[in-house]
């Protein structure tokens, strides 16, 4: 029996313990520094943002290596969607992550558009910019504030839930719920928004800045807080892009990719925002560009209020969205179209497409492919949470256990959309 | 601006400052006589020790901090501001499953996942309820599909809250829901009836574990130490 040396021989040797044998006759020698110590951490564990399992094997204090088992909320979504006529897989995509659906719904009716050569109304794609901003505001109050949860600061997370109420009160307006709304159709968006939310909204992102500036005052000139952030697990640009990591992530060692910019979607080229971006990569610059991007997303909400269009809110497709209201009482052609799309849906030519958007944690893709029929023949996301999780494992090789949870709260992973 | 300071004396017995007062004078001793009589008349009220404890377990649950998909955000909702648990006593979310009374079951629960919450749930110690959140854990709500199963089908649940996610306020009203069940029925028939009692993982028992160390029982009948 050799005597291992590196991880992955301690783990062969470690699975070849037989665990009913007298622990005097184990074949196990170990002849580095200290005793390796595999810890298993979650699935349940409060700090794991969800239900994600960490094998750690740990020297002393000291990770050396981790591995991520994923796979305990895996719900099926894509293979619900393929069962679904094209309309209904909306709500399916919404619960994927779960703090991004916006994003979820914006991603696959930009798919399905494409596929259709469907042109969305200017106000269509400028509600769906103040929502979709709206939405990622709201994602970042929620990773801060359960971040601030994971690193000893309870307080914040007051204050975090606080500012999502209102973005949720805001939702509810337009789209009646709080969570995974439905607001994005194929074609535009559910509803005009109504009277009042404007104003509302107005009054919101006049205050956010202000909440944010609070919120970074209580962790930003905080010891404890800039000791587990400055200088912790830092991880290059290149290794970044290597693994495939994209948005704050990759942000934050700067490299300044933002789809918003490098291919604009639903009018984001008209407005004027800047792209927050970090110099080492560590969890201090993951933490800044967050924190920036909420006042950025602020400006771009107040622009796309002041530029707001007038007009649909919805394409005037027949065959793909469904007529007024109003219409069905006196148009017989109106009945039948009202009629066609909501037993069978409406039909996509058959083709692929893939819809890449800026998420709040990256690149957030959706595949359709379509085959004449009036359900997709496959919808497969490319869900960021799932790319970024990779790069768990080089940022916190060689540091602390504590700096473990630092850096997963840093990561911001979804697991609902990890596992789909 | 003027002060007007009133003599205890001079309040209506009945107000709130007079029974402060009153309750003072009591515990420093100075109530004497009758009004030591009077003040114990209307102070103590008789009860049986049962009641007495489920009326306090109701108003002390504490939660477990478990949460699985989206309606563990809803959850998280339920400490912050907007509807503030900690009215109701259960803002105690706690990290262990062993110090926790109750378990949200926030979110969908995946086949692989099943094991492990039904597990959690044993580690957690008698009195113990559930309350299963939301339509996937009740009844597997939009997916409906190969990967999911409801909590029913492989634990006791005893509350459960409709909505994709349920609003905060939905999910208080399950709590104070559960609340009354735990006050007004002392005796838990209801857990009774789908077989919730006993099912806490025991360490140590021969019959179930015979290569566990008994930690809590008698030294000469721990197995396999």
């Given at each position: 029996m050799s005597t291992p040396t590196s991880v992955s021989e301690y783990r062969k040797a470690e699975q070849a313990v037989d665990i009913d044998a007298p622990i005097g006759s184990q074949p196990l020698g170990y002849a580095g520094e200290q005793e390796l110590l595999t810890l298993n951490l979650g699935p349940h564990h409060p700090a794991t943002h969800g239900v994600l399992r960490l094998l750690t094997t740990l020297e002393g204090e000291v990770v050396r290596d981790i591995k991520p088992i994923i796979g305990y909320v895996h719900t099926g979504i894509e293979k619900t969607a393929e069962q679904k006529s094209y309309w209904k897989v909306i709500p399916v995509v919404e619960r994927m992550d779960y703090l991004a659906y916006y994003f979820n719904s914006m991603a696959y009716c930009g798919a399905v558009e494409t596929l259709l050569d469907l042109e969305v109304p200017k106000r269509a794609q400028y509600l769906r910019v103040i929502h979709l901003e709206l939405n990622r505001i709201m994602s970042h109050m929620v990773w801060l504030g359960t971040s601030a949860l994971d690193l000893g600061a309870m307080s914040l997370l007051f204050y975090c839930f606080r500012e999502r109420d209102n973005i949720l009160d805001l939702f509810e307006m337009s789209s009646g719920a709080r969570m995974h709304t439905r607001y994005f159709q194929v074609g535009g968006v559910m509803e005009d928004i109504p009277r009042g939310f404007e104003e509302k909204c107005r009054a919101f992102i006049k205050r956010m800045p202000r909440a944010t500036d609070d919120m970074r005052a209580l962790l930003s000139h905080n010891e404890i807080f800039l000791h587990r952030m400055r200088n912790v697990t830092p991880l290059d640009a290149e290794t970044l892009l290597g693994l495939g990591v994209s948005g704050p992530l990759l942000r934050a060692a700067g490299n300044p990719w933002d789809l918003r910019k490098a291919a604009p979607y639903s009018s984001y080229e008209d407005f004027e925002f800047n792209i927050p971006i970090g110099t080492k990569g560590d969890n201090w610059d993951r933490y800044a560009v967050r924190v920036a991007e909420i006042y950025e997303s602020c400006k771009i909400i107040e622009q796309a209020l002041d530029g707001l269009p007038e007009g649909a809110h919805i394409a005037d497709d027949r065959k793909v969205v469904l007529p007024p209201r109003h219409e069905l009482a006196t148009s017989m052609e109106a009945l039948i179209h009202h009629f066609k799309l909501?037993?069978?849906?409406?039909?996509?030519?058959?083709?692929?497409?893939?819809?890449?958007?800026?998420?709040?944690?990256?690149?957030?893709?959706?595949?359709?492919?379509?085959?004449?029929?009036?359900?997709?023949?496959?919808?497969?996301?490319?869900?960021?949470?799932?790319?970024?999780?990779?790069?768990?494992?080089?940022?916190?090789?060689?540091?602390?256990?504590?700096?473990?949870?630092?850096?997963?709260?840093?990561?911001?992973?979804?697991?609902?959309?990890?596992?789909? | 601006?003027?002060?007007?300071?009133?003599?205890?004396?001079?309040?209506?017995?009945?107000?709130?400052?007079?029974?402060?007062?009153?309750?003072?004078?009591?515990?420093?001793?100075?109530?004497?006589?009758?009004?030591?009589?009077?003040?114990?008349?209307?102070?103590?009220?008789?009860?049986?020790?049962?009641?007495?404890?489920?009326?306090?377990?109701?108003?002390?649950?504490?939660?477990?901090?478990?949460?699985?998909?989206?309606?563990?955000?809803?959850?998280?909702e339920l400490v912050a501001g907007h509807v503030d648990i900690a009215r109701f006593g259960a803002e105690a979310f706690r990290g262990s499953p062993r110090q926790s009374d109750l378990m949200i079951i926030s979110g969908r629960i995946s086949i692989k996942m099943a094991p492990i919450v039904r597990r959690i749930y044993d580690q957690m110690l008698e009195p113990k309820w559930a309350i299963a959140m939301g339509a996937c854990s009740s009844s597997m709500g939009v997916f409906n599909n190969y990967a999911i199963v409801p909590a029913d089908k492989f634990m006791p649940v005893d509350v459960h809250v409709p909505g994709c996610p349920p609003r905060p306020e939905a999910v208080m009203h399950g709590v104070l829901k559960l609340r009354s069940m735990i006050q007004d029925d002392p005796a838990m028939g209801w857990r009774d009836r789908y077989e919730a009692r006993g099912t806490e993982e025991i360490i140590g028992d021969p019959r179930v574990a015979p290569n566990a160390i008994n930690v809590f029982g008698p030294k000469d009948d721990t197995a396999g130490a």
């Open positions: 909501v037993t069978e849906g409406l039909r996509e030519p058959p083709g692929e497409a893939y819809y890449p958007i800026e998420s709040p944690r990256g690149e957030l893709g959706c595949f359709v492919r379509a085959d004449g029929s009036s359900k997709p023949a496959r919808v497969h996301m490319r869900d960021p949470s799932f790319v970024n999780l990779q790069a768990t494992a080089p940022m916190v090789k060689d540091s602390y256990l504590a700096d473990l949870i630092a850096t997963l709260a840093m990561l911001d992973p979804i697991l609902g959309g990890i596992d789909r | 601006m003027e002060i007007i300071r009133q003599n205890p004396a001079d309040l209506d017995p009945a107000d709130f400052r007079a029974r402060g007062i009153r309750a003072r004078d009591a515990l420093r001793g100075d109530l004497e006589g009758d009004a030591l009589e009077k003040y114990v008349e209307e102070r103590v009220l008789t009860t049986t020790l049962d009641k007495a404890l489920n009326w306090a377990r109701g108003n002390a649950i504490f939660p477990a901090t478990f949460g699985l998909a989206c309606c563990a955000i809803e959850m998280m």
